[in-house]
């Protein structure tokens, strides 16, 4: 083969692969686990990365090499923009993580747990700092060691928080149900909140709901829920749609209200901010659960891509937090990719 047509087959084939991976961001991901999601996803990239390279066979001259030359060139502007948009967006780093232990000769960090602390000063809060861990994404699995859940929940439980928030996708399937009974507990000393996420839905909502309140633990589904610490007032607001496909009011913004919403995925960002709440907790992206080391993810399943993959943003005004989450979705693998729990103190804006 000629050194023209081999690159015009890496071409088409690249070509190719950014149509299916932008497929599998948008479309593939977002579909419950079944076998017509495996064959489909399967389907497209042999369609779409075998058949390019095949077309660049033939097509290995202008004007047909300018079609996947031009998709490649609007790929890159696309992530440029992303870059921009994110940068925009970028909110403050965590002040401390503990213990952070990424290192390239493993890859495989599934339960490698870190845990983030944020500070957040805040206009409206005049008292004490208000502790508030997040956690999101158990996905308590079957070939996971139940220990491993068990002990997420008692290290965020030491963290000594005010609030607990879970946001969604506890299990992957039911058969993990029995699992989650034995993770789940209040471990705030106000509340811990949960909202579901989309593999609650699919797996069984009502029987993943039991469990939740059996657990003792407050599941908000689309409400919202007033408590005071000190002389501050919280809201605190369940948005639950998982996969940010409806319109839905949280209330008007109060000035004397620190309002606070668990929203499983990320996508609702812009529909929430609209109504002004001061922070968003939300998970769903697990970071991409694989990433390249010192690129990022390669999947993120956001109409947004890897626009807010993981960490602190804002929003609007409104401070997002996008945790990795503890568990990981089918394969239950995470590839240099580390699950986390956010510590996020609210403090006066002084800082004390
Ligand atoms: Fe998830």
Request: with cysteine; aromatic share 8%; net charge neutral.
């Amino acid at each position: 083969m000629a050194l023209v047509q081999i690159g015009s087959v890496l071409l088409y084939a690249s070509a190719g692969l950014c149509v299916f991976l932008m497929l599998l961001n948008r479309v593939f991901i977002l579909m419950s686990n079944t076998r017509v999601k495996a064959a489909a996803t399967f389907s497209a990239f042999a369609v779409l990365v075998g058949g390019g390279g095949t077309l660049g066979i033939s097509l290995a001259r202008p004007p047909w090499v300018y079609a996947p030359l031009a998709l490649l060139l609007l790929v890159l502007f696309g992530e440029g923009r992303r870059a921009f948009i994110r940068r925009s967006c970028a909110g403050s780093g965590p002040v401390d993580t503990t213990p952070h232990t990424f290192n390239l000769s493993t890859p495989v960090t599934t339960t490698d747990l870190v845990l983030h602390r944020y500070r957040l000063p805040c206009s409206k809060w005049r008292d004490a700092p208000l502790r508030i861990v997040h956690l999101s994404d158990l996905h308590v699995h079957p070939t996971l060691p139940l220990e491993y859940f068990q002990e997420v929940v008692s290290l965020a439980e030491q963290s000594e928080p005010d609030l607990a928030l879970f946001t969604g996708d506890f299990i992957t399937t039911v058969a993990a149900l029995p699992e989650l009974a034995k993770v789940l507990r209040p471990i705030a000393r106000l509340q811990t909140y949960a909202v579901l996420g989309n593999h609650d839905y699919w797996a069984d909502p009502d029987a993943v709901r039991k469990v939740i309140l059996e657990s003792g633990l407050c599941l908000l589904s689309d409400e919202t829920v007033a408590l005071s610490s000190g002389s501050s007032k919280i809201a605190i607001t369940g948005y639950d749609h998982p996969w940010g496909t409806k319109e839905k009011s949280i209330g008007p913004r109060r000035d004397d209200v620190l309002h606070v919403v668990l929203s499983h995925t990320p996508d609702n960002i812009y529909r929430i901010s609209a109504s002004s709440p001061d922070v968003v907790f939300s998970g769903h992206y697990h970071a991409g659960q694989i990433r390249i080391p010192y690129i990022g993810p390669i999947v993120v399943p956001s109409v947004y891509g890897r626009r807010f993959d993981h960490g602190h943003f804002v929003v609007n005004d409104t401070h997002l937090f996008v945790a990795s989450g503890i568990g990981a979705a089918s394969p239950p693998v995470r590839i240099y990719c580390q699950p986390d729990i956010f510590v996020v103190d609210v403090t006066s804006e002084s800082g004390a």
